[in-house]
């Protein structure tokens, strides 16, 4: 048997972990830059604000309805997660972490109440961490997702959704829209909803054959999960990532270059941090920049830039003036920029890499300054060291005017408690 | 510092014991008796995963030893036991005080004479939101 937890409108259960007056109240979270809407207490679902939802236009609902509006707080979000996740990984030592807020829990070999293992799951989560999951157990990890989609629409009992029997199975994927289906995309609801196949149970009883050639060997491992035949397996080791990407849209648009180096030579070394994290080296780099598509009446530019480097590394400084080098080899002068961001690919392992003579580069010069700098930053904080290129930040920063306090990764923001 | 609250399963780096420079002739003798030095987050954080932090503001708790600007080390995953000191939540608040429940009320208890015990009514925002497991003060 599988189990999939889910954490319930995980960015606003966190703030409400710190703000225990905000349960039963409308809360939202807004994207970078305060731009969308990204989360919603079930009380915001309820008035009828929409995922995406732009906050701007609706800032005037927001207020007369007394909806609590926050920034997104990636700090507090990413440290509870991990809290939930080593709560799971007691649980089973197979886990495998699928989202910030998403894990599937192998259980085989488990001869319990499962209606009582889900609902064991459920009140340890609450009780250490404060955050509310839903759990789906059932004997593939397609149909643990379904099972969960059920417990979350009120089906299961409190919170837990078992799909143990054919008979439950049938009711639930009978009541399951398909392209709610986990690994069903947007092409193939089309093409099913175009053969009438509306629900998940009419999807299972279409011809093998068909699927195989319409939906390819995926769409039919999808099918056998759903008929209870597993066939995905659990990813238990994050394969390492191939292609690297930091980018951010700026809290205000920029005119200068200054700024702007200033910009992808800080995502550059977030690309160098995350490749070193996970021991490995770029060959290539792409940097790009464009304004803002949706200002229409003002002049647009997009340009990117692909290139290989003299020698694969994951030093900050190398990484760094490359980003800086291609910015200013696409930058032009009389636009508005909204964008930036770097992109490093032709991932090799560390040990892999060769030194290339032409570099003129001491790698392992530069390979003791970065582990000094990473073993500095994550004892006192990230970017307490960085390079000049990076500059303060001041102009380019995203906006964040609903921040809530970091509770648990500073110092300064841990709660207060009046005695 | 302390505790990369990031990873909760993950006790902070333990340094080890300069051995300093390998002599080839004179290995040192306690070179085989090398242990991880103490690390106090092994003492006083036993659930990393359940646990926070909190800074005190008021005197309302002195004679439980509890002082203006001390840390508190809390367990949120404790059930309150008698004399527990509790992290309660209340109208919008943290505080920090001891339970008592006298038939259908509940008390909130200072531990300084010159307060008085706060009944909660029922119409009060209410939770116990952690035990404080260690009170961590400065006193150099």
């Excluded at chain 2, 943290?94 to 009514?121: D, S, W």
Aim: aromatic content about 8%.
């Amino acid at each position: 048997m599988y189990a999939l937890v889910d954490c319930n409108n995980f960015y606003v259960s966190c703030e409400r972990v710190f703000r225990p007056d905000l349960n039963g109240r409308p809360v939202v979270v807004l994207s970078n830059n305060d731009g969308c809407i990204i989360a919603r207490s079930n009380e915001a679902k309820e008035l009828g604000i929409r995922m995406g939802e732009p906050a701007f236009k609706i800032a005037d609902f927001l207020q007369q309805n007394q909806v609590a509006v926050f920034s997104s707080n990636y700090a507090l979000y990413g440290d509870l997660s991990h809290r939930v996740m080593s709560i799971l990984g007691r649980f089973t030592p197979e886990l495998e972490i699928y989202s910030i807020d998403e894990a599937f829990l192998g259980l085989a070999g488990l001869n319990v109440d499962w209606e009582d293992y889900g609902r064991k799951i459920r009140e340890t989560v609450l009780r250490h961490v404060g955050i509310p999951v839903s759990v789906g157990i059932a004997p593939t990890k397609v149909l643990a997702k379904a099972a969960n989609h059920h417990a979350k629409k009120g089906r299961g009992k409190q919170g837990v959704g078992v799909l143990d029997s054919p008979e439950k199975i049938e009711a639930a994927l009978k009541e399951l829209p398909v392209d709610e289906v986990w690994g069903i995309g947007r092409q193939y609801t089309k093409l099913l909803k175009a053969q009438q196949v509306e629900t998940a149970w009419e999807f299972r009883q279409l011809d093998d054959d068909w699927v195989r050639r319409r939906m390819t060997v995926v769409g039919l491992r999808v099918k056998k999960e759903l008929e209870g035949i597993a066939c995905l397996e659990m990813e238990l080791i994050p394969p390492a990532k191939k292609v690297i990407c930091t980018s951010r849209s700026f809290g205000a648009d920029q005119t200068d270059l200054g700024p702007l180096e200033e910009a992808v030579a800080t995502f550059a070394a977030r690309c160098a941090e995350k490749l070193r994290r996970q021991r490995s080296c770029a060959g290539m780099m792409m940097v790009f920049l464009h304004t803002n598509g949706f200002k229409e009446d003002e002049p647009q530019y997009a340009k990117n830039l692909v290139f290989k480097l003299p020698a694969a590394t994951n030093s900050t400084i190398e990484l760094a003036r490359h980003a800086r080098a291609a910015l200013r080899v696409i930058y032009k002068k009389g636009y508005r920029y909204k964008k930036a961001g770097v992109i490093v690919m032709g991932i090799v392992p560390e040990e892999r890499v060769q030194g290339s003579l032409f570099s003129g580069v001491d790698e392992a010069k530069h390979a003791a300054v970065m582990k000094q700098i990473d073993r500095i930053n994550a004892k006192y904080g990230r970017d307490t060291i960085k390079i000049a290129a990076q500059g303060s930040g001041e102009k380019w920063k995203l906006r964040r005017q609903k921040l809530s306090p970091c509770y648990t990764t500073r110092w300064e923001d841990i709660i207060k408690v009046r005695v | 510092m302390k505790l990369k609250l990031f990873y909760p399963n993950q006790s902070s780096e333990l340094a080890l014991p300069a051995v300093g420079p390998l002599s080839a002739g004179f290995p040192s003798p306690a070179e085989d008796y090398l242990e991880a030095v103490l690390d106090l987050n092994q003492a006083l954080v036993k659930n990393p995963s359940s646990t926070f932090y909190g800074t005190v503001k008021g005197n309302s708790m002195t004679e439980a030893g509890v002082d203006d600007g001390d840390l508190l080390v809390i367990d949120k995953a404790l059930p309150y036991r008698h004399q527990a000191l509790a992290v309660c939540y209340l109208d919008g608040e943290f505080t920090l005080k001891r339970i008592k429940i006298e038939g259908q009320n509940l008390y909130l208890m200072p531990a300084n004479p010159t307060y008085q015990p706060i009944m909660v009514r029922a119409e009060q925002d209410f939770c116990v939101w952690g035990i404080v497991t260690y009170v961590i003060k400065k006193v150099y």
